[in-house]
């Protein structure tokens, strides 16, 4: 159950976020700022529905904040490393590369966040 409702929030915000982003490139930003600006307001906005809705966390929000933004950290570098590997050094097109990072790094995400920052107390 927690899968598929982090799954609906993902998909949800995450369409979004990589339209805003081919937005941002459309308009001349550099993938990596795009991505950037993105990947802030998204994890910013996504704390509060995978911490109430997605993993139901009931715990103290200052450690779940910390583990969060902390995983999310993880996430931002994979992401980054991606675009600039593939985009900078390869000269694969963002678009695509974003669209494949955003679903790696959404995977990894949801491992951390279940088992790591919202982790079942018991």
Request: glycine residues 12%.
């Amino acid at each position: 159950m927690q899968l598929l409702r982090y799954l609906l929030v993902g998909v949800l915000s995450n369409s979004v976020g990589y339209l805003v982003f081919l937005l941002l490139a459309w308009w001349g930003g550099a993938p990596k700022v795009a991505m950037t600006l993105v990947y802030v307001i998204g994890a910013l906005t996504g704390f509060v529905g995978n911490r109430n809705w997605t993993f139901r966390d009931r715990g103290g929000t200052g450690r779940s904040a910390f583990y969060y933004f902390l995983a999310h950290g993880s996430g931002y570098s994979l992401n980054w490393l991606l675009l600039y590997v593939l985009v900078d050094r390869f000269g694969y097109p963002h678009q695509v590369v974003q669209l494949v990072a955003m679903v790696l790094v959404a995977l990894v995400l949801f491992v951390e966040l279940k088992y790591l920052v919202f982790r079942e107390k018991g």
